[in-house]
């Protein structure tokens, strides 16, 4: 059982160019999140949806864009990659619905270096 | 406002030794509570949570964690604490999003757990 897989762990790109980071689920979670980890501001969401086809913006929503033609995938995309962009990327699931169902399962993450 | 305050940034403890990892929260109607830990390089994984029922939750690698309603406190804690323990702890409360009211977790900053032998 995958779980909740990332691709790729690592990425260096250049200020200005288009960066997708994929995420992949195999337990057919409703909702699917995506995360950015910064020194001093811990875990924001950038992201989410409840399911395919709805997607809503988090707290850090501004250049990126996100989809979900499929339950099992979410993928994110840097449209034009900037400096502070630069970050850990955790992608999360969970089957909704309330109480246990509740508990976020993180991915692997993936390091994104923008020059 | 819903937040999720670890005051701490670092704890350090010998090993053998009870540790404690402190939460506070504030929140709008009942608190869904969680522990998270990451280990370098890694993504958080699940350690307990807090739906309801009993304060004293118990969950992976010997840990636990109190749920104290008066104080708005969710404190993580182990009897007696292991070097392999030393990592990053984040504790996340459940928030209602502000649109649609789809649940949403507010993290802590995180603390990080030194373990000496």
């Known amino acids: 059982d995958a779980g909740i897989t990332q691709s790729p762990r690592y990425k260096i790109t250049e200020t200005g160019r288009q960066v997708t980071l994929m995420c992949h689920q195999t337990?057919?979670?409703?909702?699917m999140f995506w995360y950015r980890q910064d020194l001093g501001h811990g875990l924001r969401l950038i992201y989410y949806?409840?399911?395919?086809?709805?997607?809503d913006k988090g707290e850090v929503p501004d250049g990126y864009v996100v989809s979900r033609s499929k339950t099992e995938n979410f993928p994110l995309t840097l449209e034009s990659a900037t400096r502070s962009q630069t970050s850990v990327y955790f992608c999360?699931?969970?089957?909704?619905?309330?109480?246990?169902?509740?508990?976020?399962?993180f991915g692997p993450g993936t390091r994104l270096l923008v020059l | 406002a819903q937040s999720v305050a670890q005051p701490e940034d670092q704890v350090n403890v010998a090993e053998g030794n009870p540790l404690t990892v402190k939460c506070t929260y504030s929140?709008?109607?009942?608190?869904?509570l969680f522990w998270y830990v990451q280990y370098p390089n890694r993504g958080l994984q699940f350690l307990l949570k807090?739906?309801?029922?009993?304060?004293l939750v118990k969950g992976s690698y010997g840990f636990e964690a109190e749920f104290n309603k008066s104080q708005t406190s969710f404190h993580l804690k182990k009897p007696s604490a292991l070097v392999s323990d030393s990592a990053l702890y984040f504790c996340?409360?459940?928030?209602?999003?502000?649109?649609?009211?789809?649940?949403?977790?507010?993290f802590g900053a995180g603390t990080r757990l030194a373990v000496h032998p």
């Open positions: 999360a699931s969970n089957a909704g619905g309330g109480g246990t169902q509740e508990t976020q399962y």
């Open positions: 337990w057919s979670h409703s909702y």
């Open positions: 949806s409840a399911a395919a086809d709805i997607t």
């Open positions: 929140v709008s109607g009942n608190p869904y």
């Open positions: 807090y739906i309801t029922g009993d304060n």
């Open positions: 996340a409360v459940r928030a209602l999003m502000f649109s649609g009211g789809y649940n949403k977790l507010i």
